[in-house]
């Protein structure tokens, strides 16, 4: 794991190699290594310094999270910590100098090791990243990050990078003072590391001079007394105060920049550890690592089928979705083809993905001559024999039935026997569609979220009659275009459109009972998601709300749809032509010269009731009914895993991620608390909010 | 309980807060030493009969740190039996120095106090003591701090009142506050700063600009639109005001209080030690309070304070004859006034901060000094004094003349 070797200068070479792991990571048994290497290296006086390196492409990936689900009370994550604290607080204070000589990536912990050392070089290599990335995960940098960044380059600069988890390249690493100098090759890396040493025979870190000042101004100063209330404000306007882990940095950056670095590493395990041991963290880490892994790495997957070879993608339609599918495919490197009625709307297809591809350019992440390798690899047609020596046919016309019918049979004619058929419908049940194919079993769902090329999820909708051939080659398929797949069963709205949608009738069901549309909005906001419903409903368009409750009640009966947004979306599409943002006007004004705004006329249609609601009620109605219409949903199987519900409700409507997910939610309450809470806003909002029976006796659902 | 008799207010004019201002080389402890000195002379007093010197002062570091008000004692030469007290109770501390010696004569702790204040606020910055509501953000976050500029617009916002409502109430405060000097109604209790020379270094107050107008205020960009929008505070206000979806910002710096720089003194006492004293009582205290209202909004204080010293005293809104609100911000006015009920009128006759500023800790003595002197011009009876204060804090008193 951790390989010693002396030069001739006695210089200690301590490589790290985690043998067993993919990556350098930092585990128990590192820290322990780690810590006795240290003691084994300061102890021994004819050595006069060290250079901490990797025998990898990288130097340290982070931190284990392995390790860190592991802790399961707060003195053992004290314990661990401190001694990695120790080992890095011998180095600093040795008298020698040691040296972070980085092969490459160093991330989390492994930065924390480069920031414990008196000097940091790291390999050029434009891939490499740098950074503290812990916050995405709902932690912090607990192995001195959030004290010795600010010690290094100021409260300001570092809590950019501290609590947003910012990653640079080297380059960029160097300018933002992240690391000191930069070095062409290993061996270039290891000469200035050399050369650092012998310049520098006696050192040690600033804040352990006594008159050390925090660069750019103490935390107690004007500087600070602008700084610090303006991030906090900043985090707050970010996070609602959902998230533990930005607000911890904060303080302890607040805190612990005020004592000496050994008070402040205390201070600074302090907050980790409540964060370690915080349930939002463990549903974090659930979700955005594990799970996403999980699903990007095809758990999912039939073992049993063999990988597919896909030669060729047909895409049926070059509207918005089919454009975008097109680029995707052809930047994985695909050939796909592409077909639509007209050569101008195929034309306009094809120049969306230039247009993505122009951008991607100015921003410095394509060239024109990957931008033309790319385009190539698009073909359009207007005939649909073309749909010849497609392994893989994506339709993506309109939602009509009937045009589904033909679109189909006319590429089943000509694809090859083994082809598979995929609808990116979002709301045709699949089965009732694959009644249309010749081949249902090799007949599949693919709901691609637009626009395609920014939404990373895709979710993959088993038909009653859908093989595990088709499956397979849908997930090879998501996987090669470096999307991510969830695998759901057929049913109306499948999953995401399915509980989305009761977002968006929660907030139609608050205004019709007379609820301020700002509550309402504020509310939706404030419980993390992207936008509030009522804005959303104007994204998506009433009337399309409104065609599909009316389909839903045609095909289910009225019993099945909710009343409130019947009641609404046809007063506002029959009555008062306010469709959403298309039309200009529907919860929200468009002027054409500024911002929208909650329309006055709501006031009129749904005049205020004297006593609003408290706010927590509306945060709790519009986050809840999103949940228990998961819990149906496992309830009915159309989801089989909970990872899939808490993976597609984050990647794909952006259900707030502090949750962990849907069922991450569940969890977070505690499966009988939220029981309970379902059982009081039923009794005073009805029957949508009755508690799915799954919850009966659950305690947990992931255990 | 004892009935506590005012027997005099003095205040220093009030410099404009800024390194041209005429009181910027004047020290803080100078300024409280000038009122200190001067209600000593003008009342021929016996310093050794005053107990205590109360001053209010917020923003306590460096040259107004250490206890000013006793080093003020010492340094004006009261008598070393007088002891000195500092207390901090943000814009409310000049008032709260007054109702805190008031208690402390009813109750017989004190038998005669000098209470008033002292801000030097263009050599110590506001805010320049930092402090926990502020800066630490575990604080801040649990209790949705905002800075009182973005309350301000928060109450214009809830309240309706427009950027002409808010700049219309700043006029009439300039209109009313030149007047005044014209007129000289401030003349009784305004005590020139001099320097070692007998030169007079200020002697009324800077900050007014009497040609004032709507239409010139205009022009001005509102103050905390940047601090709101860009930094977040906005968001942070919303996120307790969850009705509101924009805030409005109208305020700036014609509309708000100006910094200043000053000091204020009043003496009160109970009538045994007053006639040792040979003094004669210009009012006494009627009732006073202190209340606190939800922190975030903050500047909301006023009303319930006026309503709660107006209960104590058995007294209703119609009973008062003239009424001092801090203008801290214009919208704090006009809320006060239609939560109050109060007859636009009576309230702040000569201006107020608006024009003529606001020094933190010496405001609240200020505002004593200044209805009592228009009361006596206008041979009316009772005032109240009520103040705006950081964290949702409101103070009033209200006074009779004798």
Redesign the interface.
């Known amino acids: 794991m951790m390989k010693i070797n002396l030069d001739e200068n006695n210089i200690v070479i301590l490589t790290i190699d985690c043998e067993k792991k993919p990556m350098n990571v930092i585990d128990e048994e590192f820290v322990r290594t780690f810590h006795q290497k240290i003691e084994e290296i300061t102890s021994d006086d004819k050595n006069t310094g060290l250079i901490l390196t990797s025998a990898r492409d990288e130097f340290v990936a982070g931190g284990d999270l392995e390790m860190l689900r592991s802790i399961k009370s707060a003195e053992d994550c004290v314990q661990l910590t401190s001694l990695l604290h120790k080992s890095l607080r011998k180095i600093e204070t040795w008298g020698k100098p040691a040296v972070a000589a980085l092969t490459g990536t160093t991330l989390g912990g492994g930065y924390e090791l480069a920031l414990g050392c008196h000097h940091r070089i790291c390999i050029n290599k434009p891939k490499a990243k740098i950074g503290l990335p812990e916050v995405t995960l709902g932690l912090l940098p607990g192995g001195g990050g959030t004290q010795r960044l600010p010690r290094m380059i100021g409260l300001q600069n570092s809590l950019l990078y501290l609590t947003t988890g910012k990653q640079l390249d080297p380059q960029k690493a160097l300018e933002a003072g992240l690391i000191d100098a930069l070095a062409e090759n290993e061996g270039e890396l290891i000469n200035k590391a050399v050369e650092f040493i012998k310049s520098h025979p006696e050192i040690s870190q600033p804040w352990d001079d006594k008159k050390f000042k925090l660069p750019g101004g103490e935390v107690q100063s004007p500087r600070g007394y602008q700084v610090i209330p303006a991030s906090t404000a900043m985090m707050n306007e970010k996070t609602h105060g959902n998230y533990l882990a930005p607000r911890n940095i904060l303080c302890a950056v607040y805190e612990g920049c005020q004592v000496p670095i050994d008070q402040g590493l205390e201070i600074e395990l302090r907050y980790f550890t409540e964060l370690v041991l915080n349930q939002s963290t463990k549903n974090m880490i659930r979700t955005l690592f594990y799970s996403i892994n999980e699903c990007n790495k095809g758990e999912a997957r039939p073992k049993n089928v063999p990988e597919s070879k896909i030669g060729k993608v047909g895409i049926l339609g070059a509207g918005m979705m089919g454009s975008g599918i097109a680029y995707a495919t052809a930047m994985a490197g695909i050939p796909c083809v592409m077909k639509d009625i007209s050569q101008e709307t195929l034309d306009r297809g094809k120049a969306y993905s230039a247009k993505v591809l122009d951008k991607l350019i100015e921003r410095g992440r394509c060239t024109p001559e990957k931008k033309e390798q790319v385009l190539s690899l698009i073909s359009t047609t207007t005939d649909a024999s073309d749909m010849k020596g497609c392994d893989l046919v994506i339709e993506a016309v309109i939602e009509d039935r009937g045009l589904k019918a033909k679109v189909t049979a006319e590429s089943e004619a000509v694809m090859p026997e083994e082809g598979i058929f995929a609808s990116n419908t979002s709301t045709l049940p699949i089965t009732g569609l694959a009644t249309e194919s010749k081949r249902p079993e090799q007949f599949i769902g693919l709901h691609f979220f637009s626009p395609v090329d920014k939404m990373p999820l895709v979710e993959i909708i088993m038909g009653e009659k859908t093989q595990d051939k088709a499956l397979a080659m849908c997930i090879d398929y998501v996987r090669a275009i470096k999307k991510t797949p969830i695998v759901v069963n057929d049913g109306r709205g499948f999953y995401t459109s399915r509980v989305f949608t009761t977002y968006v009738s929660e907030g139609i069901n608050l205004i019709s009972e007379g609820v301020s549309p700002a509550l309402i909005e504020n509310a939706g906001k404030m419980i993390g998601m992207p936008v509030g419903p009522l804005a959303v409903a104007d994204e998506v368009s009433i009337d399309l709300i409104y065609h599909i409750i009316k389909q839903t009640m045609e095909d289910l009966g009225v019993e099945s749809v909710d009343k409130a947004t019947l009641d609404l979306s046809t007063r506002f599409v029959e009555e008062l032509g306010r469709l959403g943002r298309k039309a200009g006007k529907g919860f929200y004004e468009y002027p054409t010269d500024g911002k929208k705004f909650l329309s006055p006329e709501l006031g009129k249609l749904y005049p205020l009731n004297k006593i609003q609601p408290e706010l927590e009620e509306v945060k709790d109605r519009l986050l809840y009914i999103q949940s228990i219409e998961t819990l149906r949903c496992l309830e009915e199987n159309i989801l089989t895993t909970t990872r899939d519900a808490d993976v597609g409700s984050i990647m794909g409507w952006g259900f707030p991620a502090w949750t962990g997910g849907t069922i991450g939610f569940v969890e977070y309450i505690g499966p009988q608390n939220f029981k309970q809470r379902c059982l009081e806003l039923e009794k005073k909002f009805g029957k949508r909010f009755s508690p799915p029976k799954i919850l009966d006796g659950k305690e947990s659902f992931y255990n | 309980m004892k009935t506590v008799y005012i027997y005099d207010a003095v205040r220093t004019p009030r410099g404009r807060g800024k390194a041209d201002g005429k009181l910027h080389t004047v020290r803080p402890v100078h300024l409280a030493k000038t009122v200190l000195e001067s209600i000593q002379q003008r009342n021929n007093l016996d310093t050794s009969l005053v107990n205590d010197v109360i001053l209010g002062c917020v923003t306590q570091v460096g040259e107004q740190g250490g206890c000013i008000a006793k080093s003020a004692a010492l340094y004006a030469g009261y008598a070393d039996t007088t002891s000195g007290f500092t207390l901090n109770r943000f814009c409310g501390s000049g008032l709260e120095a007054i109702n805190q010696g008031a208690s402390s004569i009813m109750s017989g702790y004190f038998d005669m106090i000098v209470a008033g204040g002292v801000e030097a606020m263009s050599r110590i910055?506001i805010?320049?003591d930092?402090g926990a509501w502020?800066?630490?953000?575990?604080v801040?976050?649990k209790t949705h701090?905002?800075?009182q500029g973005i309350s301000a617009d928060l109450i214009a916002t809830l309240g309706g009142y427009s950027r002409t409502d808010v700049d219309s109430f700043a006029v009439e405060s300039q209109k009313k506050a030149t007047l005044a000097w014209e007129e000289k109604r401030f003349q009784k209790s305004i005590i020139p700063v001099i320097d070692q020379n007998g030169m007079t270094i200020l002697d009324r107050d800077e900050h007014i600009r009497p040609g004032t107008t709507v239409e010139s205020l205009s022009g001005l960009k509102p103050s905390f639109l940047e601090m709101g929008t860009k930094?977040?505070?906005?968001?942070?206000a919303?996120?307790k005001y969850?009705?509101?979806?924009?805030i409005n910002h109208i305020h700036h710096a014609g509309n708000s209080s100006g910094i200043v720089d000053g000091a204020s003194v009043v003496l009160l006492g109970n009538e045994e030690t007053g006639n040792k004293a040979g003094l004669k009582p210009r009012a006494k205290i009627r009732s006073f309070s202190m209340v606190s209202t939800e922190p975030t909004i903050m500047l909301t204080g006023p009303g319930p304070a006026t309503e709660k010293a107006l209960r104590a005293a058995g007294m209703n809104i119609g009973d008062i004859d003239l009424i001092e609100i801090n203008e801290a911000f214009a919208s704090v006015v006009l809320r006060f006034v239609d939560e109050v009920g109060a007859d636009m009128s009576k309230v702040n006759v000569n201006g107020g901060a608006i024009a003529m500023g606001h020094p933190l800790g010496a405001t609240g003595a200020m505002l004593l000094g200044t209805v009592l002197d228009e009361l006596e011009r206008q041979n009316k009876s009772t005032g109240l004094v009520t103040l705006c204060i950081g964290g949702g804090m409101g103070i009033a008193t209200i006074i009779e003349r004798v």
């Not at chain 2, 502020?134 to 575990?138: E, Q």
């Open positions: 910055p805010g320049s930092g502020m800066i630490d953000p575990d801040a976050t701090f905002v800075p930094y977040g505070f906005d968001s942070v919303i996120q969850p009705s509101v979806t924009e």
